[in-house]
């Protein structure tokens, strides 16, 4: 399982190869929303987001075993950090994407030296191509959001945060597989977390056990988060978080989230990273008695932008 005891000492080693992203702020958005925001800029992470933690701590750990090859399965943020890493240690990398992948991660992803494969838009798609070629080709496979090592690489996101910022009060993160809001569930265990997903994943039932098996891909502007399914260990670390809040927003609250994220934080992310913004602006329009906290923490998880993307 993985624990606090593997985020601390994912983070000792990557805080040494990876640069602190920058908290950002904007008088005007805190205005607007009600409270002090901290915006953390993983858009601006080595290839783009987040993804880049959980990479290089696998990639640590496979080249000390001497790794013939690695693969994986990725819409586009976590292949290009799999493909970067892979690429930084000198190991070959394949990464399975399905048919419906931004171009511009694709080009990305064998701009990283990597063997990009195709495959169906939905996950089943994915994993069963992936495994098979593992297989046949003798690769180690790194998991997207479901292993121990990447939930703790990611986790190292939650201790460069409290270095930054000390004690966390509440933070809204948008949800995929899960594996960064796992992570960030072990380093940040007394903060409240909002956990943040598109119209459709229906992440309350698979955290409550009433479950939702659904395989297919959601249909979201929030690439990065299509998925439905979180992954196992991921569901049982955050259904054991003893301050969890699921938020669903609609695609026009992402859109509007984006636009703001645009044009008055004046960053170009992409529309999963405005998923968690938009979780925050609907928990603000609910509110009839002042927010439920002073301060709080998003998450700007990429910024990897298909240009041919408009909100």
């Known amino acids: 399982m993985a624990t606090l005891n593997g985020i601390d000492k994912g983070y ?20 607007m929303v009600g409270c002090k925001i901290s915006f ?4 601006l992470q080595k290839t783009g987001s987040f993804k880049t933690r959980g990479a290089l701590h696998n990639m640590r750990i496979l080249a000390e075993k001497e790794s013939k090859g690695v693969i994986t399965h990725s819409s586009g943020n976590h292949g290009q950090a799999v493909a970067w890493a892979a690429h930084q240690f000198s190991i070959p990398c394949t990464v399975v994407v399905p ?12 701009g990283y030296r990597a063997r990009v494969v195709r495959c169906g838009n939905g996950i089943v798609d994915r994993e069963e191509t992936c495994d098979r070629l593992a297989k046949e080709l003798s690769l180690d496979i790194i998991q997207p959001f479901d292993t121990v090592e990447t939930i703790e690489g990611q986790g190292s996101l939650g ?27 072990l380093a940040l265990p007394d903060t409240t977390l909002y956990l943040v997903e598109p119209q459709g994943k229906e ?3 698979q955290l409550d056990g009433s479950h939702n098996d659904d395989q297919s891909a959601l249909d979201t502007i929030a690439d990065g988060i299509r998925v439905r399914i979180i992954g196992d260990e991921n569901k049982r670390i955050l259904a054991n978080h003893p301050k969890v809040h699921i938020i669903t927003v609609s695609e026009e609250e992402i859109r509007e989230a984006l636009i703001l994220i645009w044009t008055r934080l004046k960053q170009h992310v992409e529309p999963t990273a405005a ?11 609910a509110a009839s008695s002042p ?9 700007l998880c990429g910024g990897n932008i298909d240009t041919s993307f408009i909100p």
């Open 99 to 110: 048919e419906n992948t931004p171009a511009a991660k694709i080009d990305a992803i064998e």
């Open 12 to 31: 000792e080693f990557l805080a040494n190869q990876l640069p602190a992203t920058p908290i950002l702020s904007s008088w005007t958005i805190d205005g």
């Open 275 to 285: 998923v968690a913004f938009a979780g925050l602006r609907q928990v603000q329009m």
């Open 40 to 43: 953390k800029s993983e858009h």
């Open 159 to 185: 201790l460069e945060l409290r270095s930054q910022l000390g004690e966390i009060e509440s933070l809204f993160v948008s949800v995929g597989g899960g594996g960064l809001a796992a992570g960030l569930a």
């Open 291 to 299: 927010l439920p906290f002073s301060s709080t923490t998003v998450i």
């Open 203 to 205: 992440l309350r039932m």
